[in-house]
């Protein structure tokens, strides 16, 4: 049947609140780049995880809720400039119903950690 018509809110690097629609599954940098959002300098490996420049951040309690974040994904938020405990990288993110109505921070400087080779 129709899948479910759920929502997350970006909050971006200004702390503007942008509301977008989602469907389960959904990619977050692909949401982003779907939605023409914004965010300087973001996805700049295209999800190749190369960069970094998706860091995404989330609430405790749904950070707690996703699978557990992949070895390669770990190595990458290693060099995540102002990592956090609930960080994740956008282009290895999926919409799920935990995510239904949340907030997801985009960090400031996304771009200043970043160059193309
Ligand atoms: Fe480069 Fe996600 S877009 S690691």
Redesign the pocket.
């Known amino acids: 049947g129709p899948q479910q018509q759920l929502t997350v809110n970006f909050i971006d690097h200004l702390g503007k609140k942008i509301t977008v629609p989602v469907k389960e599954g959904q990619n977050m ?1 692909q949401l982003v780049q779907k939605h023409s959002l914004n965010f300087p300098g ?13 860091h995404l951040i989330l609430d405790k309690e749904v950070f707690q809720k996703l699978d557990p974040v992949s070895e390669n994904e770990l190595d ?1 938020l290693d060099l995540t400039c102002g990592v956090t405990a609930t960080s994740r ?4 993110l999926c919409m799920t119903k935990d995510m239904d109505k949340q907030n997801i921070w985009v960090p400031k400087g996304v771009t200043e950690s970043y160059t193309p080779q």
């Open positions: 940098l973001f996805g700049a490996c295209k999800g190749s995880l190369a960069c970094c420049t998706c990458m990288l956008g282009c290895q």
